[in-house]
């Protein structure tokens, strides 16, 4: 008899187990970055984060977690202790985005802005604080912004987007050029044609009475392409996380 219950016993141990395995099993993708892909406040509605759309992309078994904030470079994250806060939730075979570039560039505010040398650095640190964890760090170049002149697209980014480039290749990291897979989506579009993809609001808007004409952060529909693009991005870096889309 009491084998009997021991035996029961131990099978329903593994079901526990095998339970929590399965549990186990979903992955967290988190997004560290700034404006172009936070999650928005009600009172900011149409203006929408490419990351607000990333998780319609993914099964069941992947979680966005998205911790992206405005205004944020790869200086005042960590200052601020977001990154630490993600760190302490990293667990192996996490994946963690890491967009930065467009706050980096004001290096009028000391508390944000960094020059290339301080922009690689802190990239280096998020890269390898995330592999001691186990997670996969993937690199992504910043969003284009809207600056058409004479009809052709600007580069406003100067050479934040080469340095996560070339950071890409030395340390093996995954890369995805939103940089130019943007200046391509806005190329075909056109100047007129691209202004869809941006918070650009009517005046009588309940959270914009002046209306709003936004070329840097997203309309709803902009940040669905732009996640789009992203997706597009983890398929061709052959990610196991590619195995995980709908």
């Known amino acids: 008899m009491k ?19 399965l549990i186990q099993r979903k992955t967290t993708l988190f ?11 009600p009172k900011a509605y149409p203006e929408t984060g490419w990351g607000m759309e990333l998780q ?36 192996p075979g996490d994946y963690v985005l890491i967009e930065f570039g467009h706050n980096d560039e004001k290096i009028d505010k000391p508390g944000t802005g960094t020059s290339l040398q301080e922009f690689k650095a802190n990239l280096v640190n998020y890269v390898q604080e995330a592999r001691s964890k186990k997670a996969i760090p993937v690199l ?24 996560t480039r070339k ?35 009517d005046s009588g808007h309940v959270n914009y009475p002046a209306g709003k004409k936004d070329d840097t952060h997203l309309s709803p529909y902009g940040a669905k392409q732009i996640a789009a693009l992203v997706v597009q991005g983890i398929k061709e870096q052959h990610l196991n996380l590619a195995k995980k889309l709908k």
């Open 31 to 41: 997004i560290i970055g700034d404006s172009t892909a936070a999650n928005k406040q």
């Open 3 to 21: 084998k009997v219950i021991f035996n029961i016993a131990a099978v329903a141990v593994m079901v526990v187990l095998g339970a929590f395995s």
């Open 140 to 163: 992504l170049t910043p969003i284009a912004r809207r600056s058409f002149k004479q009809g052709v697209l600007a580069d406003t980014h100067g050479g934040y987007p080469g340095v």
């Open 56 to 91: 319609s992309f993914f099964k069941a078994d992947v979680v966005v977690d998205n911790r992206a904030l405005n205004g944020r470079s790869t200086k005042s994250f960590k200052a601020e202790k977001q990154w630490e806060a993600v760190l302490e939730k990293l667990v």
């Open 167 to 201: 950071l890409a290749d030395s340390l093996k990291v995954p890369l995805i050029d939103m940089l130019i897979k943007t200046e391509r989506l806005l190329t075909n579009l056109g100047d007129l044609g691209s202004i869809k993809l941006f918070n650009y609001v």
